[in-house]
């Protein structure tokens, strides 16, 4: 017999939305939304799990230990819950590569599962916004993605002040690297070491460094890398040749830089050569969003993976892209902004109340008709009858107006109250929809 005093949770590092944290996810979407489009990306989807095999390819079986994996009962076909979005979008690009515009320019709003310990910024189920422009190998495209990132954080109000944008490149870091001793088998180990390098201590960091074989040499440049940072309207040419790496390595960051410049971006970014995002299949350009005190993980990253599409199938095809999670972006907006940031749910077009007992039946017509004109209303589920109180739950809901059913109003009338002017009229029940519509039509509500 099941203990019907049991109690249950929701599964750790996964969270529940009640009204108000649903409103604020949908704030994000939708200012997520909103700024893609306007910068030109179609929206897509697809499934929340995928073969197995579509993350092994990429990632290797090592990745399987971080998926929610799965056999369904009698089949013997391994799936995942997508634990990120690229490995979905090449597999669609790669199945309609020759039909497909150039540039391809998409964006998704997923969710995303990972079977990993959960903390504070990431946890094992978050939706992400990725954007991704395909078949463009310039310059420009790494820009016209960085300026939809910035775009956004822009539109939540935050500014550069608040916020870098952190860039570097990987065929500098190769360089560098290469120029220092390590060999190319090393390389993909030494990536992810300096991918993990600020979250580690230096003893840490220095043992990690010797089990994959780096000679001191190395080490010492990795370090001078890592402290290598400019503001991003700096020469990069003239940087890197002052740490040692030649000039002509910086020439595809001096083309980013006249683009970004031209966007009008410069103000929020800065070269950053210790960012190089671990992953292996980026080829080129990377960058990583922070908050300026540093005190949360990235809010997003991306960058150039220019071979990941012919991986899967389809045509070498050049591409860019990011992902922005809502965990880490909420707490930077919640800490930034304030309950400014924090959009409560919507308030309705009209709240009807009544102030005395005997009208139940026409306040659900007054709902219905109003419904049926497209406008949000809802009406007072409370027994009490002072109008006073009725109003102030009104208030509370953020209602644009109140219709007050009232027994010292001529039969088929109502008083229709402007919340935010306080006047109120009386006004017949025919005319009531069409006169809200047109008030929120003349004051752009």
């Known amino acids: 017999m099941a203990d019907s005093t049991r109690r249950f949770q929701a599964p750790k590092g996964t969270r529940d939305f009640y009204p108000e944290e649903m409103a604020f996810r949908r704030h994000i979407e939708s200012t997520w939304r909103a700024v893609s489009i306007e910068h030109g990306f179609d929206e897509i989807e697809g499934p929340a799990f995928e073969h197995l095999d579509l993350y092994t390819v990429k990632s290797g079986e090592g990745i399987i230990s971080e998926l929610f ?17 690229t490995p979905t979008l090449a597999r669609m690009y790669a199945s309609r590569a020759n039909s497909l515009p150039v540039p391809t320019k998409w964006f998704a709003i997923p969710t ?16 992400q916004w990725n954007i991704d422009m395909i078949g463009d190998p310039s310059a420009n495209a790494d820009a016209e993605v960085l300026a939809t990132c910035i775009g956004v954080l822009d539109r939540f109000g935050l500014s550069a002040r608040d916020m870098r944008v952190r860039l570097s ?13 390590v060999q190319q088998p090393a390389m993909q ?14 003893e840490a960091f220095q043992e990690q460094a010797m089990t994959i074989g780096l000679e001191a040499s190395a080490i010492d440049r990795i370090e001078a890398l890592a402290r290598t940072t400019a503001d991003a309207s700096e020469d990069p040419c003239t940087i890197l040749e002052a740490i040692g790496v030649g000039a002509d390595a910086g020439e595809p960051l001096r083309q980013l830089q006249a683009c970004l ?10 070269w950053d050569f210790s960012i190089v995002r671990g992953l292996a299949y980026y080829t080129g350009m990377v960058f990583e969003v922070h908050e300026a005190t540093g005190s949360e993980r990235a809010v997003a990253g991306g960058g150039r993976y220019d071979n990941l599409i012919e991986l899967f199938g389809g045509p070498p095809t050049p591409a860019c ?8 972006l909420g707490l930077v907006l919640k800490d930034r902004c304030g309950d400014s ?4 749910m919507p308030g309705p077009d009209a709240f009807v109340i009544c102030d005395h007992d005997d009208e139940s039946m026409l306040v659900q017509r007054i709902l219905a008709s109003l419904w049926k004109h497209r406008l949000h209303a809802r009406r007072s589920y409370k027994s009490t009858r002072n109008v006073g109180k009725l109003l102030a739950d009104a208030d509370r809901c953020g209602a644009r107006f109140t219709v007050l059913v009232s027994s010292d109003e001529p039969e088929g009338s109502v008083v229709l109250r402007d919340m935010q002017s306080k006047n109120q009229e009386s006004i017949s029940i025919d005319q009531l929809a069409g006169c809200i519509r047109s008030r929120l039509s003349a004051t752009g509500d």
């Open 69 to 85: 994996s799965f056999t369904r009962a009698g089949g013997d076909v391994p799936y995942a819950l997508r634990p990120e979005f």
């Open 112 to 127: 995303h599962f990972r079977a990993e310990r959960p903390q504070r910024g990431r946890l094992r189920e978050h939706v």
């Open 169 to 181: 490149h990987r065929d500098v870091i190769t360089l560098a690297l290469q120029n220092a001793g």
């Open 189 to 202: 180990a030494t990536f992810e070491l300096i991918d993990r390098r600020e979250k580690m201590g230096q």
């Open 261 to 270: 410049e031209a966007y009008g971006l410069l103000d929020w970014c800065t």
């Open 321 to 328: 892209g990011f992902g922005m999670g809502d965990v880490v």
């Open 341 to 344: 940031q924090v959009d409560s």
